[in-house]
């Protein structure tokens, strides 16, 4: 089976305004040169989708958001995004079940699930999140919480997903886990998939999130499993971005 091409996914979240979007040419000029070997892929907030994917043509910067509708057809619900606009639009990505979301909107496995199938049925790529808290960490229960998230947030019968390993207790912070942890918790969600998949799961690209920056990046990518990042704040500077994907070994 050919490699896995590494992902480096920036979440903008709730930051940058109409300015920032400059930032996605400025990031192409500083990766063009890799961007056979890593895709380099910006979600921005949901109203600047439309924009940013007009300020990427011509480059090889990927569009994508960060959360869409659990509802697969149009419906009532007011200020809900679908899917299907999204690809209608041109966005090829969509980031479900991110711990934010699962914290500030309460959304659970079973949404996460739903939401993930409205993207593949719209022929989005739904970057899924999972991840442990600290009070889980530290009870001894990460393999029982990712790979309950796993089996639960992950559709079946289609394996052209995403899976992005989130630590809730490292993401905005400036802990993250050790690399054989990060190797650990990888191998674990590339099993639980196996389970489901089969040899298909070898095409899943998983992602390591939570506290990436251009001094650490080169070297979580250096963890056993790791396909690429899912980074926050650091993506909306074109600079630093470029220094997370350039750090890749496949961009060497």
């Not at 920032?20 to 961007?35: D, G, Q």
């Not at 041109?90 to 914290?103: L, N």
């Not at 390993?165 to 942890?181: H, M, R």
Request: charged share 20%; hydrophobic share 45%.
């Amino acid at each position: 089976m050919a490699a896995r091409k590494p992902l480096i996914a920036g979440n903008w979240k709730m930051f940058g305004r109409q300015e920032s979007l400059s930032e996605i040419k400025a990031l192409w000029t500083l990766v063009e040169s890799v961007s056979a070997n890593v895709d380099a892929l910006i979600c921005p907030p949901s109203v600047y989708v439309s924009q940013a994917l007009w300020g990427a043509r011509g480059t090889g910067v990927v569009i994508g958001a960060q959360d869409c509708s659990a509802a697969a057809e149009d419906s009532a619900r007011t200020g809900e995004v679908s899917a299907a606009m999204l690809a209608d639009v041109g966005a090829k990505y969509v980031i479900v079940g991110h711990s934010e979301r699962r914290a500030f909107h309460a959304e659970t496995d079973e949404v996460v699930h739903r939401k993930a199938a409205a993207a593949l049925a719209a022929g989005l790529t739904p970057i899924i999140c999972v991840g442990e808290t600290q009070a889980e960490r530290t009870a001894g229960r990460v393999a029982e919480v990712v790979s309950a998230q796993v089996r639960a947030s992950v559709p079946e019968g289609n394996s052209a997903v995403v899976v992005a390993y989130e630590p809730v207790w490292a993401i905005g912070g400036n802990s993250t886990p050790t690399i054989p942890e990060i190797a650990e918790v990888h191998a674990l969600v590339r099993d639980t998939l196996k389970e489901r998949f089969g040899d298909e799961a070898n095409g899943i690209r998983i992602l390591y999130g939570g506290s990436v920056g251009p001094k650490n990046a080169a070297e979580i990518f250096g963890a056993e499993g790791v396909d690429g990042a899912l980074v926050g704040r650091a993506s909306l500077k074109a600079a630093d971005f470029a220094a997370i994907i350039l750090g890749h070994p496949a961009a060497k």
